[in-house]
């Protein structure tokens, strides 16, 4: 069974633009969780989705959001980006809410 | 709250046994997970012990939880060169994980 998938791997972005992240979920999982890694902060959650509908949110600012299709594939967009956006942005998938969360590679968001 | 904590640093010669240490202090987390995480990658799900639990051993890992004192360890046997990594210690509460630090492990021949 494939693991999870993040597109793109890779981002350079400018101060002010807006990015847009992508993930595809283990078949069959329906909770799909974001979550920033930085240096700094270390791992933070960011939110999670289950049937389409966003379950929890941590503490980040309005210009993080995301949302879940109905094929589980979910995507994270963060608009007016700064600098200390800059981070691995990884998301997790589970079978259900309260099932262990198996993480993808990640996406590598520099933002200059 | 949570508030997950862990060393930073562990060094083991390769071949001996590595403990790695973590306290919590949500005490109302289900699980607690060890994940595992190369340099350029995600994170590896190792390992994970769900809270009325004791011990749990899996082939060379084995989780020992001290529900009273919440202290998580995770002792890899036979330290080999490919387990040199960061591990984080995680619990879960409220369908999120809150994350340690993360204990640097550097294995030397």
């Known amino acids: 069974k494939a693991g999870v998938t993040q597109t793109p791997r890779y981002l350079i972005k400018t101060r002010g633009q807006q990015v847009t992240l992508s993930c595809s979920p283990i078949?069959?999982?329906?909770?799909v969780s974001w979550y920033q890694q930085t240096p700094g902060q270390g791992l933070q959650f960011l939110f999670e989705y289950f049937s389409e509908t966003q379950r929890n949110k941590g503490n980040f600012p309005g210009r993080f959001s995301g949302r879940q299709f109905s094929n589980s594939r979910s995507e994270m967009n963060v608009s007016t980006l700064e600098l200390g956006d800059s981070a691995l942005y990884l998301c997790?998938?589970?079978?259900?809410?309260?099932?262990?969360?198996?993480f993808g590679p990640g996406t590598r968001l520099t933002v200059t | 709250g949570e508030d997950v904590e862990q060393s930073l640093f562990l060094s083991v010669r390769e071949g001996d046994s590595s403990v790695i240490n973590c306290t919590y202090t949500?005490?109302?987390?289900?699980?607690l997970y060890w994940y595992k995480q190369e340099p350029g990658a995600g994170l590896q799900l190792l390992t994970y012990i769900f809270s009325n639990m004791d011990m749990k051993q899996d082939q060379r890992l084995t989780v020992l939880l001290n529900k009273k004192d919440k202290h998580l360890s995770l002792r890899i046997a036979d330290t080999q060169t490919g387990d040199s990594a960061i591990y984080f210690c995680a619990e879960r509460s409220d369908y999120k994980l809150s994350f340690g630090a993360g204990t640097t492990v550097t294995v030397r021949a």
């Open positions: 949500d005490s109302s987390s289900t699980y």
């Open positions: 997790a998938s589970s079978l259900a809410r309260t099932a262990e969360q198996y």
């Open positions: 078949s069959g999982h329906r909770s």
